[in-house]
């Protein structure tokens, strides 16, 4: 099958059936290539999984070899928000694509990400009519926490991970998130 979005997969050794799935999502200007390779030491603890690392579905702004899933060249709240919403259903689309691919239900699917990816990841775990396996998300925020709020229907358990010396996504943002 041919996904919306295009995806470095990583699939179980040769006849491990795939029972999970981890959707890891990149950071602004970068690729699932890139992503992927946090891949190698979970494969050999989730030997049952298949990890997707999809591009973002644009260019990035400032790098155009890497992807983003929002643009942020403009540095104004409500553009982000309709950026960002525009992913959400770029990214839901290909989540579904995913789920009869494999024959998976949301609660087989872990959202992941890094940065960017991570925000992503955490709107779209909470905004999903059924709740996914969990969200790990590495270095990220809530992109509106008005909006999330208002929009939050399920309750997928998180694991937010956070640097204290970053110093691109404040680490402030992870109390808040």
């Given at each position: 099958?041919?996904?919306?979005?295009?995806?470095?997969?990583?699939?179980?050794?040769?006849d491990?059936?795939?029972?999970?799935?981890?959707?890891?999502?990149?950071?602004?200007?970068?690729?699932?290539?890139?992503?992927?390779?946090?891949t190698?030491?979970?494969k050999?603890?989730?030997?049952?999984?298949?990890?997707?690392?999809?591009?973002?579905?644009?260019?990035?702004a400032?790098?155009?070899?890497?992807?983003?899933?929002?643009?942020?060249?403009?540095?104004?709240?409500?553009?982000?928000?309709?950026?960002s919403?525009?992913a959400?259903?770029?990214?839901?689309?290909?989540?579904?694509?995913?789920?009869?691919?494999?024959?998976?239900?949301?609660?087989?699917?872990?959202?992941?990400?890094?940065?960017?990816?991570?925000?992503?990841?955490i709107?779209?775990?909470?905004?999903?009519?059924?709740?996914?396996?969990?969200?790990?998300?590495?270095s990220g925020?809530?992109?509106?926490?008005?909006?999330?709020?208002?929009?939050?229907?399920?309750?997928?358990?998180?694991?937010?991970?956070h640097?204290?010396?970053?110093?691109?996504?404040?680490?402030?943002?992870?109390?808040?998130?």
């Amino acid at each position: 099958m041919t996904f919306c979005l295009t995806t470095k997969i990583i699939k179980p050794e040769k006849d491990i059936p795939i029972n999970n799935a981890v959707i890891l999502l990149h950071g602004y200007g970068g690729d699932g290539e890139d992503v992927s390779l946090l891949t190698m030491n979970w494969k050999r603890f989730l030997p049952n999984t298949i990890f997707l690392c999809p591009n973002g579905h644009e260019k990035c702004a400032i790098n155009p070899l890497g992807f983003q899933w929002f643009d942020l060249t403009k540095d104004e709240p409500q553009y982000i928000l309709e950026q960002s919403k525009k992913a959400e259903k770029k990214l839901q689309q290909f989540i579904d694509e995913v789920k009869i691919e494999y024959k998976l239900k949301n609660n087989q699917i872990c959202l992941s990400g890094f940065s960017q990816g991570c925000m992503m990841s955490i709107n779209l775990g909470l905004i999903s009519k059924e709740n996914f396996n969990c969200i790990v998300g590495f270095s990220g925020k809530i992109i509106n926490q008005e909006d999330l709020v208002s929009r939050k229907i399920s309750s997928t358990k998180m694991l937010l991970i956070h640097g204290d010396r970053d110093t691109v996504v404040s680490p402030t943002f992870f109390i808040r998130s």
